[in-house]
Each structure stands twice: as structure tokens, then as C-alpha cells.
């Protein structure tokens, strides 16, 4: 049996893979992690929307927080001169 997604549709599936901690020092860590991002078109048709790297700081402690997040994207299908969040 198949079943429709609860997502609405024009809506994006992000996914990380190969998350590493790249370096520690102190109360701070370096993590570096690919993504993909998949949008389903109001038709229900799914592309490939984006894809790249992410290399972030973060404090260690009780509650991580990120003090830096650098998003670089190899490919992207977003249109020009079109804002859509990510």
C-alpha cells in the first residue's frame, strides 16, 4: 500500500552524510558535513535541488551552540534572482 507523504508539496528533504569532527581545541570543534537537498514540486515531481558542504564551528559544553556555519554549494537549481530558504 502506498501512502502520500504528510509534507506539503513544494516542500524540501535535507540530508548530511560523511558528519566529521575535523578538529577540537579547547571549548570549540571544527565539524565538516556534505548535504542534499531534494524539493518536491507542486506537481509531486522531486528534484535534486542542491548540493555541497558545510563547515561549522561549534562551543562544546552543557549546551552546544554553533558559533560559525559556512554553507558552500556545488550545484544548485535555484533560479536567478529568486530567494528560497534552505
Do not use: W
Request: glycine residues 8%.
Amino acid at each position: 500500500m502506498l501512502r502520500r507523504s504528510s509534507r506539503p508539496s513544494g516542500g524540501k528533504g535535507h540530508d548530511y552524510t560523511n558528519i566529521r569532527v575535523e578538529d577540537v581545541s579547547g571549548e570549540q570543534a571544527t565539524v565538516l558535513a556534505n548535504y542534499v537537498v531534494y524539493r518536491t514540486q507542486d506537481d509531486g515531481d522531486t528534484i535534486l535541488f542542491s548540493t555541497g558542504r558545510i563547515v561549522a564551528r561549534i562551543t562544546l559544553g552543557d549546551q552546544p551552540r554553533f558559533i560559525e556555519k559556512i554553507v558552500v554549494y556545488d550545484t544548485c537549481r535555484i533560479p536567478d534572482l529568486l530567494v528560497f530558504p534552505m
